[in-house]
């Protein structure tokens, strides 16, 4: 069932033999239940692993972790097959000249890999290598490790996932409030504003928070250009054309201002700009908001009627939809702006400054930062480099390709697969290609680790001993691993090892293990490890309190929330989260009439990650690119028809699903952005950026949709 | 007796119950249909979550003239024998709510059974739409909850508020 595609599962250049190893499972305990933390997705529930006989039988729900309350996603139970794959990658691999690859030791490996480095350190310098760490690890801890790693070689340049998601919601928070507001407490709202998310697929224990509120009575707003099951519940659903959520957004903050409906005291005492900003939202009036959006001007003062009447008890949330556009971090800034004067900060259901615990500082934070060595991406995108202290993926291409400032010519990939995820993936390949080392570490074949030219065993989240805070619920969690398979290195022996040979182990990586780097972590808190040992369901690190701007200034350089900064204009870019339409509203392209969205999430799936799941991939055999009825019918296409979809990228061809009318904006198509056998990131460019995080536009690329044949599944 | 009870109005029809369903069936037969189905009315934005009610009655079970149905004395749930089912179809005829339906390979009568005791279903529920319980306990429940909710009470209880 994976030959469904043009890129058929065989193409494995000879792996089959080489990976067939038989697994030598040492189990942490015979028979048992081992109480850990999912990490199928960032959410990581209470999970108990179920041993048997030394093999690991079934996951079920922890019980009492207030993240998933006892219940767990169909995700989660699948670790098992991730851990037991027999596609796992179960020793180093060395490429052959043909492109091949063969088993080699990991002390030869390391060796090699060492060498490599060093080589290129000595004749291109130490900036010529880069570590970009993947979502499939997590953050945190793994992230740290993979941070002070590039800094003990001396290098700038760190790299991770963040660059194509996250980062724009985080740079949009903290330039306005100063902090990374966590998930809201949505189960205390009277109001909930959603816009671009769809959580029962990609936060499942928001559904729970949600059915309380309402329950409660609480009224529901789902703004996003597509109908997910969750607008079904919604008093208010509305469609706006991709990329304008910033004209609705500031349409609604002109609203609010104009009928006084606003929290003045607290915009009086702790802000700055409202002024500014009060001028600026005057243009959106509904109908000018309507001209823009798509969004009918009744649809947006109903909107504006429900926030006047909930405040201050509103929780808004935007996920990866509002991200990747040209204008992404500056709708997150309205976004939050228009939160803000709903009077949201720091309370019980709003935007939550969280408390974090005093750690040891594992990712060297605190330490000097290393803008004197030309960080790559730091010169194009400084409030990145500035706020996220990472490189920026897309200006690595550059690098990788002798365009840069300086030549990149090794890379340590955990994780990640950047062929698949990264815009105008033919171009990450070719780029790739061009490294005189590329060192994957990866628990399968992906389609980036067959560039690469040492691939390294990874460990799965069940071989690990790490901490996890949760910033929600300002808990610590020590998780302990399940299993351990020989050869198969955790991520910490894999930098630390590497560290040694090196030479800088002693001062980044001076730990024995994982427990001891968890001590040291730990050391300059009250809690400890034993404590969390004994409590798998995590331990509170500090009470939930609200409303601490009153006794301590928000982290911003004004030390109030900035609807205007002043931060920005000095590097030269706008002081107010302006809206700037989408490139496509211009004017249509008669070449590309359609407009393509990436990276909606799919049930079971999460980004690249679970689809050689057997039972996964009977439910998802193959990507679909989805499409309007109307668009469908004046293209003679009927659903599983093959079709291209062509973008000024590049074109990819894959089944069509003509959906229901009412599930996609008409003119809208949008294909799942994580299958390893159609990337739609052949079809995203990597050059259309948001200026502020460097984000690539990933949601309104102009397309047109070509019928190749017919149902392809019918002829299987 | 103890059933699968769902809380239509916390549904969100993330399908995580149907898809772990499918799994469960594939880990038995090559038939992979869920006993549980979540159904979205694009049109009406509706959802309709359904699964069998394990009835008193069970007119299913009375229906069968191959007597391939009973109730499990362990957990109550009116189970198929697949052995003895003719694939006649005649307790599709019976089920007043359209919880059984035929396997379509194997040909025989199939519905929910409620994993022998412990549901998976529930289990992958984050919504807390799906409770497993004594039907006339969750009613009790339902009546006395603050309001209204089945939840699970899992507010932290060492966090407290300074609002």
């Not at chain 1, 490429?95 to 490599?116: N, V, Y």
């Amino acid at each position: 069932m994976f030959t469904a595609g043009n890129h058929a599962g065989g193409e494995h250049h000879g792996l089959q033999a080489v990976t067939k190893l038989s697994m030598e499972i040492k189990p942490a305990i015979e028979n048992g239940t081992i109480a850990t933390l999912c990490r199928m997705c960032d959410t990581r529930c209470s999970i108990n692993v179920h041993i048997r006989k030394g093999v690991l039988r079934e996951i079920t729900p922890g019980q009492i972790n207030p993240v998933n309350a006892g219940r767990m996603c169909p995700r989660g139970k699948a670790a098992i097959d991730v851990f037991y794959h027999p596609d796992r990658i179960l020793t180093p691999l060395k490429r052959r000249g043909d492109g091949s690859f063969m088993p080699i030791s990991r002390d030869q490996a390391l060796a090699e890999i060492t060498r490599k480095i060093q080589f290129l350190r000595a004749k291109y310098g130490a900036r010529s290598l880069a570590a970009w760490k993947g979502e499939g690890v997590g953050f945190f801890q793994q992230e740290a490790y993979v941070r002070r790693f590039v800094r003990g070689l001396g290098s700038p340049n760190y790299f991770s996932n963040d660059s194509v998601c996250f980062s724009s919601r985080y740079l949009g928070n903290l330039l306005v409030t100063g902090f990374w507001s966590p998930f809201p407490n949505f189960a205390r709202a009277r109001l909930i504003l959603l816009l671009g998310t769809n959580p029962p697929v990609c936060h499942p224990p928001f559904m729970r928070s949600f059915a309380d509120a309402r329950e409660k009575g609480a009224r529901l707003v789902v703004i996003d250009p597509r109908l997910n099951p969750i607008g079904c519940r919604a008093d208010i659903f509305a469609q706006p054309q991709p990329g304008t959520d910033g004209a609705l957004l500031w349409g609604l903050i002109r609203a609010l201002i104009r009928a006084g409906e606003y929290d003045r005291a607290f915009v009086e005492q702790y802000t700055v700009g409202f002024a500014e900003a009060a001028a600026y939202a005057e243009r959106f009036t509904p109908e000018y908001v309507e001209q823009a959006s798509g969004i009918y001007a009744s649809v947006v003062r109903a909107i504006a009627r429900l926030l006047m009447e909930n405040r201050p008890e509103i929780s808004v949330y935007a996920g990866a939809g509002l991200e990747h556009y040209e204008n992404g971090v500056n709708s997150i800034r309205t976004l939050v702006i228009l939160a803000t004067l709903c009077g949201t900060v720091d309370s019980p259901c709003g935007l939550y400054w969280p408390e974090n615990p005093p750690l040891a500082d594992l990712a060297l934070a605190r330490e000097e930062p290393l803008l004197p060595k030309q960080p790559i991406g730091a010169g194009r995108y400084p409030v990145l480099y500035d706020l996220a202290r990472e490189c920026h993926t897309m200006t690595a291409m550059d690098y990788m390709e002798g365009k840069g400032d300086y030549p990149l010519k090794g890379l340590l990939i955990t994780a990640a697969n950047p062929v698949i995820t990264n815009p105008n993936t033919r171009r990450v390949a070719a780029a790739l290609a061009k490294l005189d080392l590329l060192v994957v570490n990866d628990l399968f074949m992906t389609r980036t680790a067959r560039l690469a030219h040492y691939i390294l065993p990874a460990a799965t989240f069940l071989e690990r001993t790490e901490l996890h805070l949760n910033l929600e619920y300002q808990r610590l969690y020590l998780t302990r691993p399940a299993a351990r398979i020989d050869g198969v290195g955790t991520e910490y022996e894999l930098w630390r090892d590497l560290a040694q040979r090196l030479g800088f182990a002693g001062e980044y990586f001076p730990w024995p293990d994982e427990p001891a780097v968890c001590r040291h972590m730990l050391a300059p808190t009250d809690i400890s490890f034993q404590e969390l040992e004994a409590h798998p369901e995590g331990v509170v690190y500090a009470p939930l309190r609200y409303r601490k701007y009153k006794r301590q200034p928000l982290p911003t350089p004004s030390g109030r929330v900035e609807f205007y900064s002043t931060y920005l204009k000095e590097h030269g870019l706008p002081a107010l989260p302006e809206y700037i339409p989408p490139r496509f509203r211009y004017g249509a392209d008669d070449d590309y009439p359609l407009m393509l969205t990436t990276g909606g999430r799919m049930t079971l799936l999460y980004q690249s990650r679970h689809q050689n799941i057997p039972r996964f991939r009977l439910i998802h055999p193959r990507a679909e690119v989805e499409i309007h009825p109307d668009n469908a019918r004046e293209l003679g296409i009927v659903n599983g028809d093959l079709v291209r979809v062509v973008s000024a990228t590049g074109e990819l061809e894959l089944a069509a699903k003509v959906v229901h009318k009412a599930e996609l904006l008409k003119g809208t198509v949008e294909i799942y952005h994580g299958w390893e056998e159609w990337p739609a990131n052949l079809l995203t460019p990597d050059t259309l950026t948001d200026p502020i995080s460097g984000f690539p536009l990933l949601k309104s690329i102009p397309v047109r949709v070509e019928k190749v044949s017919g149902d392809q599944a019918a002829q299987c | 007796m103890k059933v699968v009870y769902v809380d239509l109005d916390r549904c969100l029809a993330c399908l995580s119950c149907q898809r772990i369903c499918t799994f469960q069936q594939l880990s038995r037969s090559q038939d992979a249909d869920p006993n549980i189905r979540v159904q979205v009315d694009m049109d009406q934005r509706l959802i309709l979550t359904h699964t069998c009610r394990q009835c008193a009655s069970a007119p299913c079970i009375g229906s069968c003239p191959a007597e391939a149905m009973a109730r499990d004395p362990r957990t109550g749930a009116v189970v198929v024998h697949g052995a003895r089912c003719t694939g006649c179809g005649l307790c599709i005829m019976a089920c007043p709510y359209g919880n059984v339906h035929l396997m379509p390979n194997l040909r025989v009568a199939a519905k929910c059974d409620l994993c022998g005791g412990d549901p998976q279903c529930v289990q992958v529920c984050m919504a807390q739409a799906l409770h497993y319980g004594d039907i006339h306990e969750l009613i009790r429940k339902k009546r006395e909850g603050s309001q209204g909710s089945l939840a699970l009470d899992v507010i932290n209880k060492k966090t407290t508020t300074s609002d």
